[in-house]
């Protein structure tokens, strides 16, 4: 397994500090959340996007690629009726692949509930219809720059929109790229009536990506769920992605949340 850490884990921390504590704990890749480098992407040039990345690989890590693709953002949603936000969308996550490639990554986590989910006078068709197309206008620049985005499911408690995994894969459908695949992710899957180890199984052809981490927002192995049965499953369908720790709450700090995710994963599969 090749284990990677979500950068918006360490908070205020050095990226040096971060880096550090990061290969102590045995992780070699490293997610990025955009909102972590810059409130404007247009403003972080060429120069420091290389030195970004030159910052990360001089540590012995690997930037694997973006997550929280539109959080924390103005201006932007992908299942909405108004045409123009839908186009201003497409063009942000073009730039998003654009950042992706100077750093060295190839995959985007296509998550941001809030920039997704729709209102109750939308139908479902409708918002998957306006996914559809604003990922279409995204693609031939995916396969420009070798860059896959992920859709990633997320629980019914973060919205509406995407629910299963099922629901992932009609979007992936829909779309008809090669470029935009499947992320599964521990805490939404256990929202599903199926089993996560099952669900994983049968998803297997169209995962590209996997975090771990659980409901209680802590990760894997900090609560209920059983990772075990969820490394089994990785391994029955020969996954050779990223297993990326993804954590929501931060109180216990970096130190504990990488030291005691790192020990529970490599557990599950002693």
């Not at 970004?52 to 690629?65: L, S």
């Not at 006078?121 to 279409?136: C, K, P, R, T």
């Not at 992710?185 to 052809?205: G, L, Y």
């Amino acid at each position: 397994m090749k284990y990677a850490i979500c950068n918006e884990t360490f908070g205020d921390w050095s990226l040096d500090r971060s880096l550090g504590l990061s290969v102590d704990n045995g992780y070699t890749g490293w997610e990025v959340a955009p909102f972590m480098l810059t409130d404007d992407i247009d403003s972080l040039d060429a120069a420091a996007r290389a030195a970004y990345r030159h910052q990360v690989e001089a540590a012995g890590m690997e930037i694997i690629g973006l997550h929280w693709l539109l959080a924390k953002t103005n201006g932007f949603h992908l299942t909405t009726p108004d045409a123009e936000m839908r186009q201003a969308t497409a063009n942000h996550l073009i730039k998003l692949a654009g950042l992706c490639s100077d750093l060295g990554g190839q995959l985007m986590v296509l998550g941001s509930p809030q920039q997704r989910n729709f209102p109750a006078d939308q139908s479902m068709q409708s918002a998957m219809e306006n996914a559809a197309g604003v990922l279409q206008r995204v693609a031939p620049e995916l396969e420009k720059l070798d860059v896959q985005i992920a859709i990633e499911p997320l629980g019914r408690g973060e919205g509406n929109f995407l629910n299963t995994a099922a629901e992932g894969r009609q979007l992936m459908a829909m779309v008809d790229s090669p470029k935009v695949q499947l992320h599964l992710d521990v805490k939404a899957m256990s929202d599903e009536p199926t089993p996560t180890p099952q669900i994983i199984r049968d998803n297997a052809d169209a995962m590209i990506h996997f975090h771990a981490n659980d409901p209680n927002l802590l990760g894997p192995g900090m609560g209920e769920v059983e990772f075990r049965p969820i490394f089994d499953a990785l391994r029955d369908v020969h996954y050779d992605g990223w297993v990326s720790v993804e954590v929501f709450d931060y109180s216990p700090g970096p130190e504990t949340l990488l030291k005691t995710s790192m020990q529970n994963m490599l557990a599950a599969q002693a």
